[in-house]
């Protein structure tokens, strides 16, 4: 991905940075609708398609500080609309992906809030996937999964590796050809030091198809795949010296 942070917000930014496979909703990429948007929704559609366009504009159209301030925005937005629609697994998904994108902002003093957010984050997800056993398309797994392996262990977290390498693989058999859940496959096997699995699954992510009305998302996401790549490459190389 992007510029590399310290300790839990570098592994945070990643961690549902997800512009998840919600196909159908549509994205504005020039501007950010109002918090007032999010209130207006009538429907639970509503909602997570003025989620998903606040997310696409503050994850990746904003910089620095006031990138931490739209996405600290947006997580309160986030929870006002699943209090309105706690019974939609897709509302309480995108919750989960506005909070951990918050989350993975935060740095310096802020980790134990991170930390924090980031649990909260796990426990929407929890409760959506027993709402949706589905998965939401493959969006459920494929958070938890990065979530559990990107953030830090027992004491400080609940990262698990064993649950990531669950939940990735649930989403790619939902998604096997899904551009978020072969991304944070990647990732994770990238972390095991596989890197022949991990560039091919990067690579299939890369030549993942357009997703409906996810231009925004899809163009930031294959920035965040060439970068990993690239990466990977250095990894690599150093490993076989």
């Known amino acids: ?42 429907t ?29 925005a947006l997580a309160e937005q986030a929870r006002e609309a699943a209090k309105r629609f706690p019974d939609r697994a897709d509302v309480l998904t995108w919750e989960a992906i506005c909070l951990a994108t918050y989350a993975g902002s ?47 262990g027992w004491p400080l977290g609940f990262g698990d590796d064993e649950k990531a390498e669950q939940y990735l693989k649930k989403a790619l058999a939902i998604d096997p050809n899904g551009i978020d859940a072969n991304y944070f496959y990647g990732l994770f096997l990238m972390k095991k030091k596989s890197y022949p699995e991990a560039k091919a699954a990067l690579e299939k992510a890369l030549a993942a198809p357009p997703r409906p009305d ?20 250095q990894k690599a190389g150093t490993s076989a010296n």
């Open 106 to 152: 935060l740095q310096g003093l802020s980790q134990l809030r991170a930390i924090g957010l980031a649990k909260e984050a796990r426990d929407r997800l929890l409760e959506a996937e027993v709402l949706d056993p589905s998965g939401f398309g493959g969006s459920i797994p494929t958070s938890l999964g990065s979530l559990y392996f990107q953030v830090p």
């Open 214 to 233: 996810r231009a925004l998302a899809d163009e930031g996401r294959r920035k965040e795949i060439k970068a990993a790549l690239a990466d990977l490459a």
């Open 1 to 42: 991905m992007p510029t590399k942070r310290h300790a839990i917000g570098a592994s945070l930014v990643v961690a549902l940075c997800l512009g998840l496979s919600t196909a159908g909703h549509a994205e504005n990429s020039t501007a950010s609708p109002t918090a007032a948007a999010v209130a207006a929704a009538t």
């Open 44 to 72: 639970p559609e509503q909602a997570v398609r003025t989620l998903q366009q606040q997310w696409a504009v503050a994850n990746y159209q904003r910089q620095g500080k006031e990138r931490v301030k739209a996405l600290e």
